[in-house]
């Protein structure tokens, strides 16, 4: 009888522990969804110069410094001074796109420009660096090509 009480108690405590266990679901949740948190931030702070080529008031603005991230491919792409290091996957510290954002104001690669836009919060860019360190992944996410 004894017995039976204690391999009872064993396989609730085995129940209990499975269902403790956080399912692959619940890991996702905690992980930065670029589409509704990070993109929001490229959109107030960057879109402006670096999107596709489009006019605007009668002129033909380019991407500034060839780099555009409206699309995940042109993120990942990057622009002419850092191709293929804009965003480097799992390495935040590598990555330019939030290397210029932690940059000081006098630095001629802060970004946004000096005098072009607020920098950008400490939240937010230990936001973008998980995203990075998370594997950069867009989700469904395509954006412009
Ligand atoms: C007012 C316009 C403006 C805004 C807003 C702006 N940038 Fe830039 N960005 C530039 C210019 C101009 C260059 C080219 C600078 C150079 O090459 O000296 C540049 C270059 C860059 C580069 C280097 C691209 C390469 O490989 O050559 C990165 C990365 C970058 N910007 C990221 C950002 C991010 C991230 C934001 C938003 C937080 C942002 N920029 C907002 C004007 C802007």
Known sequence: MKRNIIACSIAASIA???????????????????EKQVLPILKESCFKCHQKEHEEDGKVKKPKGG?????????????KEYPDE?????KADA??????????DTDDMAMPPEGKGDRISADNIALIKKWITEGANFGAWKGEE
């Open 16 to 34: 209990v522990a499975v269902s403790l266990a956080p399912s692959s679901q619940a890991q996702d949740a905690g992980k930065v969804d670029f």
């Open 67 to 79: 780099l555009r991230l409206d699309g995940a491919a042109m993120i990942l792409k990057g622009g």
């Open 86 to 90: 804009n965003v480097v996957a799992g």
């Open 95 to 104: 990555s330019w796109l939030v290397k210029t954002m932690e940059l000081p």
